[in-house]
């Protein structure tokens, strides 16, 4: 069996290329995983996902527990034969969705216990039993259970959410049983606090993980606020391990976070825009039900590989979209994964050129340039 | 140029084995349309589609006059390429929709204005306006305009209704532009009155088509009233050419209409019914809500080569369509599709082999003993 392994190929500046090795395979990175929140990549089948070059996906705690239930998950052999995708799969730990969705929430030192968003059914997630559910669904990479601290937030306040996270993290790091090609990540936190992002760090590497997660961005601080957090983390984390930062983002945000060593990434942005008739493209956002592609017989992109962009104009894209019909849905997230899957490419073989600055400029004057103009 | 041309290969009874060549390819016979309302037959992709087997597919006059409109997809190249199936196309006259779909419909001798059901605008749909129409969408097969007489319906105004479709057949007729490859089909009605069915063959025959659908069945006067209808009806149809029972159906009403010289169906029921987790098998209907699915590793039917058979577990099915899952849609509209296409397939070949009686006393042996016991 492969050990679970980072292995960094090339540098420029703070950006790294590499791979992290699994017992599903290996992930290339920086690598984008596309969210399959109830184990499914929303309106993708495993083989169009594959097509797109995604080498690992995200699957939910919260949602898998609840539905159809992590028991029943691991009775069917896991998670990855449940849902036909052999790839490395991360879980996260179901700290953010239980805040978020779940119903009558009550937090202890202990954990959560709270009601299904679904059927009100009463459950408790601890350290312990988000592990032991990750463990069921065969998750390759388990998350620690954490307490995502919401924003804004007194330092004081997110001090202490920290602390508590810290303290989770230890008993789930305890909980964790070890597999060969298996990995856990802990969490860092400490809100927007630099000093507190800096002992959440200490704390974590203290413990020893197999790679790093940032969490508690993306949750309304905005761009600028969480590039400023990102500069005051990364440099506190271990150099030869994986970070992942969580729940990001806009194609814009990922360049940046690249730029300052983030290797991972998660995002329901290019899914559920695609559900929602918006386009990631070389040339910026494009939203498909605007009138302005009724009768454009181009591709979305005519420089796209995709399904959609190969076969089907515009005009189709757009009739789809205002006729709401689910094959819009899956050609539009087909693309957007694609492109995110292209643009990471993109990133990982200018880091390997160290021509990082350069592409990103490319990249930044297309999007600006805006969509081509219509016919 | 390929003529458009229906040749019998082999008969057994009054079924009949057969293709239709057109100038988008060949047609084999019987066959089921899959319904494309809107170009797209809902939750497929084209690939997908010709997976499955489908030779021909079925387009909405109605629908597409409206939206993205007629012109739009002349501009475009036809709805072939609109939609990215080079196959055969059979397009509705709109004579059905516009009577079940519109609102505030005005019928005259001349044909019917309404008004959309999407935006409230005004249209008008007449036997020369929908021949227009389906040659702007360039259709393999273009149907007379006719009027779906409802049902139950007085014998007199079954016949005025009929006689009414008879005049809109000549005028169909005069508006259509031959071309090689290309064909024009009549529409039988009359209820389920045997003079009428007679009278309204005789009339269409004297115009002179390439095909002849049967109309204003599956209308909710039952099977057996159906098959009635039909043994009454195809008696007066010439031979040579192809007969199309229109809107028609379960797999039994397929199997019976093949029985009693039918070549050709079009029917929602598979992809309408893979949207509310609803598969055609073997075993008969199987509701994959039904909790008894919920930890069954199977596939559907382990005998089926479709995609979701193939790939997925009855659990996850089940898992999908109770969260409501575009992938679950997309799994059971490609089974069901697929196992229309297999049924028809397994008829052609037994009529070939002559033994069509007992195919279906096999297939019929199989739906009754219901589905597999649950695990």
Known sequence: MTPFQFTITAKDGAARRGYVDSAHGRVHTPAFMPVGTAATVKAMTPDALISTGADIILGNTYHLMLRPGAETIAELGGLHRFMGWDRPILTDSGGYQVMSLSKLRKMSENGVSFQSHIDGSAHELTPERSVQIQHMLDATITM????CTPYPVEQNTAAESM????????RSKSAYRFREGYGLFGIVQGSVFPELRAESCRCLTDIGFD???????????????MFKTLDATVPHLPEKRPRYLMGVGKPEDIVGAV????????????TRSGRNAQAFT????VNLKNARHKNDSRPLDDQCGCYACRRFSRAYLNHLAKSGEILGAVLLTWHNLHYYQQLMEGLRNAVEAQTLNAYIENVYTAWNSGDMPSV
Chains 1, 2 share one sequence.
Do not use: H, K
């Not at 602390?163 to 230890?170: T, Y």
């Open 144 to 147: 620690c259970f954490d307490e």
């Open 211 to 225: 790679g790093y997660a940032v969490g508690g961005l993306a949750v309304g601080e905005g761009r600028e606020e």
């Open 259 to 270: 730029l300052r060593g983030i290797d991972m990434f998660d995002c329901v942005l290019p």
């Open 282 to 285: 070389r040339f910026g956002a």
């Open 163 to 170: 602390r508590l996270s810290m303290r989770w993290a230890e």
